[in-house]
């Protein structure tokens, strides 16, 4: 997180702004600066093909995830991977995106 901060400025970046938030499923999707930060705090439930808006109408590349085995994860999520943005609009958004979240999981994703 502390590289993501000095190449990115995400501390020092004054926009915030929530995308989604599932209370129900436990999911928070929120943009800060050009990322898009998703967290599954579900205990046991994960997530194939969720869509979740995006800011803007590109691809989403996988940052960090912690899941990674690099982070002591499973490595359920592939690393490198690419999220095509589709015109599936949602939460006053043009589009959006579909990834798999594990449960207990976060992703940090960055326009491509």
């Known amino acids: 997180m502390q590289d993501i901060d000095e ?4 501390l020092n ?3 915030i702004e929530q995308l989604a938030l599932h209370e129900d499923t436990r999911q928070l999707v ?3 600066g050009p990322l898009v930060f ?3 705090f579900h205990a046991t439930e994960s997530y194939t093909g ?3 808006p995006v800011p803007d109408a590109t691809d989403y590349f996988l940052l960090l995830s912690t899941e990674a085995k690099r982070f002591g994860g499973p490595g359920l999520v592939e690393e490198n991977m690419v ?8 939460y006053q958004r043009n589009q ?3 990834i ?3 449960a207990r999981s976060a992703q940090v994703l960055v326009p491509v």
Do not use: A, E, G, T
């Open 7 to 10: 190449k990115y400025h995400l």
């Open 96 to 98: 959006s995106v579909q």
């Open 83 to 90: 999220y095509p943005w589709q015109h599936v609009p949602m």
């Open 38 to 40: 998703v967290f599954n």
């Open 30 to 32: 929120y943009r800060r």
């Open 50 to 52: 969720l869509r979740i």
């Open 13 to 15: 970046d004054k926009f």
């Open 100 to 102: 798999y979240l594990p």
